[in-house]
Antibody
Framework: EVQLVESGGGLVQTGRSLKLSCAAS????????MTWVRQAPKKGLEWVAT????????YYRDSVKGRFTISRDNAKTTLYLQMDSLRFEDTATYYC?????????WGQGTLVTVSS | DIVLTQSPALAVSLGQKTTMSCKTS??????????IHWYQQKPGEQPKLLIY???NLASQVPARFSGSGSERDFTLTINPVEADDVATYYC?????????FGSGTKLEIK
């Protein structure tokens, strides 16, 4: 059974950093691109970043470029999202998803709240 | 960026058929495949994939759900609607980065 379990969310001050993790199991992690998607409270879904299966390439939405870094450890079957210089508008539930798009497998999400 | 436009809300009676649309700002077809996916999201839950590449039913999704469309115009159909279908439905394009979602259609029961 595919499982994706996010962790690392919490309350953080503006300008500070936070690192999210997504522990994957039940599939061949190193064969799949992986993606982060976020959802601000009462808002819609927003793609954040994608990393290729081998970690060679990463893609970001403009609003997080230069502040967020997606990475992975295929040996540990874990996906990461390093978030620096956090802003109020980064407040959201962050989901990891298997694949690029059209993914049937998502984690339960981890809430990040950015506050002064 | 590719913009996906969805109607904000829909109200339908139980047992009836409903359709919801997703219109894209540019063609998302390539070699006969449409790079549009549909998700259902209930409050407090993660999104659930319903339809991939416009018309393919995801695993364990009831056959009441179906998808159609091409190029810039896509439709999700639920027939018949059940009480458990109350949720917000999102379309997503996987054609190019940045990947984008529609703003969602909230389905309510009359």
């Amino acid at each position: 059974e595919v499982q994706l379990v996010e962790s690392g969310g919490g309350l953080v001050q503006t300008g500070r950093s936070l690192k999210l993790s997504c522990a994957a199991s039940g599939f061949s992690f190193s064969d799949y691109h992986m993606t982060w998607v976020r959802q601000a409270p009462k808002k819609g879904l927003e793609w954040v970043a994608t990393i290729t299966y081998d970690g060679d390439r990463a893609y970001y939405r403009d609003s997080v470029k230069g502040r967020f870094t997606i990475s992975r450890d295929n040996a540990k079957t874990t996906l990461y999202l390093q978030m620096d210089s956090l802003r109020f508008e980064d407040t959201a539930t962050y989901y990891c998803a298997m694949g690029l798009t059209g993914s049937p497998h998502w984690g339960q999400g981890t809430l990040v709240t950015v506050s002064s | 960026d590719i913009v996906l436009t969805q109607s904000p809300a829909l109200a339908v009676s139980l047992g009836q058929k409903t359709t919801m649309s997703c219109k894209t700002s540019q063609n998302v077809d390539n070699f006969g495949k449409s790079y549009i996916h549909w998700y259902q999201q209930k409050p407090g839950e993660q999104p659930k994939l319903l339809i991939y590449f416009a018309s393919n039913l995801a695993s364990q999704v009831p056959a009441r759900f179906s998808g159609s469309g091409s190029e810039r115009d896509f439709t999700l159909t639920i027939n018949p609607v059940e009480a458990d279908d109350v949720a917000t439905y999102y379309c997503q394009q996987g054609w190019e980065f940045p990947l984008t979602f529609g703003s969602g259609t909230k389905l309510e029961i009359k």
